[in-house]
C-alpha cells in the first residue's frame, strides 16, 4: 500500500525554526508533485508550497521567503523547512502526492497522516 509518512512537528516559540519531512513508503516511484498544506482550526485547508519533480517550486504568500520545500528524489521524500515562525503558522500540516505512477497502477491524491506545528510562547 503506497502512503505517505510525515514527521517533525511540534511545539515552537515565535521566530523559531522547524523541518517538516515526508516519506513515500510502498514503492520506489516517485510522485510528479509533491506538496505541503495546511488547515487551521475553523479555516479551509490552503496550499502552503509545491514542488514537482525536477522543476521549481511554488510558495503561498504567506510563507514567501520564511518557507522552503525541497525533495530528495533518491529518498522519494520532501521536506518543509520553516523559518522565523509566526503564531498565525499554527495548523496541521499534511504531505499530498498527486500522482504515483507504478507497475501495478496510479495512485491520485495521497495524503499524509498530518502533523501539528504550534506557534506560542
Known amino acids: 500500500q503506497v502512503q505517505l509518512v510525515e514527521s517533525g512537528g511540534g511545539l515552537v516559540q515565535p521566530g523559531g525554526s522547524l523541518r517538516l519531512s515526508c516519506a513515500v513508503s510502498?514503492?520506489?516511484?516517485?510522485?510528479?508533485?509533491m506538496a505541503w498544506y495546511r488547515q487551521a482550526p475553523g479555516k479551509q485547508r490552503e496550499l502552503v508550497a509545491a514542488?514537482?519533480?525536477?522543476?521549481?517550486?511554488n510558495y503561498a504568500d504567506s510563507v514567501k521567503g520564511r518557507f522552503t520545500i525541497s525533495r530528495d528524489n533518491p529518498k522519494n521524500a520532501v521536506y518543509l523547512q520553516m523559518n522565523s515562525l509566526k503564531p498565525e503558522d499554527t495548523a496541521v500540516y499534511y504531505c499530498?502526492?498527486?500522482?504515483?505512477?507504478?507497475?501495478?497502477?496510479?495512485?491520485?491524491?495521497?495524503w499524509g497522516q498530518g502533523t501539528l506545528v504550534t506557534v506560542s510562547s
Open positions: 514542488v514537482s519533480r525536477g522543476g521549481s517550486p
Open positions: 499530498n502526492a498527486d500522482r504515483i505512477g507504478t507497475p501495478r497502477g496510479t495512485y491520485r491524491d495521497i
Open positions: 510502498g514503492t520506489a516511484f516517485s510522485p510528479d508533485t
